[in-house]
């Protein structure tokens, strides 16, 4: 599975942004419904962490990292082989490389520690 983050960009803080990861390869029919899709960032100077997951489409459920919660919202659309990651109210703290991941049959919360495919990164930029 190839996925290719895209979305991110220079915003003011308050502002929003949407990021998107496309999944291809192997993504047949109902394949991609199969992984659990999850968000990373990696901000200058610090350890890549985890942000948000949301679970194979047969789970149904989404985890949160504490800082997350409120301000990210992780969906996913199944028809287009996507996972978006919302942002909103920005914060300077949030600016950082962000990365999805995938990970076959798993729960939101096993996505904190399991990823098995790794997309390149989108730069988010938050001017104060």
């Known amino acids: 599975v190839q996925l290719q983050a895209s979305g991110g960009g220079l915003v003011q803080a308050g502002g929003s942004l949407r990021l998107s990861c496309i999944a291809s390869?192997?993504?047949?029919?109902?394949?991609?419904?199969?992984?659990?899709m999850g968000w990373f960032r990696q901000a200058p100077g610090k350890e890549r962490e985890f942000v948000s997951s949301i679970s194979w489409s047969g789970g149904g459920s989404t985890y949160y990292a504490d800082f997350a919660k409120g301000r990210f919202t992780i969906s996913r659309d199944d028809a287009k082989n996507a996972a978006y990651l919302q942002i909103d109210s920005l914060k300077p703290e949030d600016a950082a490389v962000y990365y999805c991941?995938?990970?076959?049959?798993?729960?939101?919360?096993?996505?904190?520690?399991?990823?098995?495919?790794w997309g390149q990164g989108t730069l988010v930029t938050v001017s104060s």
């Open positions: 991941a995938a990970e076959p049959m798993a729960s939101a919360q096993a996505m904190v520690t399991h990823q098995t495919y």
């Open positions: 390869g192997r993504t047949g029919s109902n394949y991609f419904t199969n992984y659990a």
